[in-house]
Nanobody, 120 residues
């Protein structure tokens, strides 16, 4: 079992910043890709950003230049620095991790989600 615990969401005015954190714990042997997804009311969950264990990143076009994903492999933690926030960034943000457990089985886990609300 691999658990992901997110923190850092909240309410912020447009143009402001927030930093999300997600820590993985449990039977993790290796974590390949970690990422952030979001789901706004009435919409499907969408990719925000991902980062591999080697540091390669991928961003949704809508957040490029405003959001920065990073990770601390020693702490099994991924971060999302969100700057220049817009009201359309309002959503529940979910952390995701994929890798192998200590028994070398592949896993894919989701966090419980953290609310980000950007007021205009």
């Amino acid at each position: 079992q691999v658990q992901l615990v997110e923190s850092g969401g909240g309410l912020v005015q447009a143009g402001g910043s927030l930093r999300l954190s997600c820590a993985a714990s449990g039977s993790t042997f290796s974590i390949n890709t970690m990422g952030w997804y979001r789901q706004a009311p009435g919409k499907q969950r969408e990719l925000v950003a991902t980062i591999t264990s080697g540091g390669s990143t991928n961003y949704a076009d809508s957040v490029k230049g405003r959001f920065t994903i990073s990770r601390d492999n020693a702490k099994n933690t991924v971060y999302l620095q969100m700057d220049s926030l817009k009201p359309e960034d309002t959503a529940v943000y979910y952390c995701n991790a994929e890798g192998r457990t200590t028994t070398f089985r592949p896993f894919g886990s989701w966090g419980q989600g953290t609310q980000v609300t950007v007021s205009s």
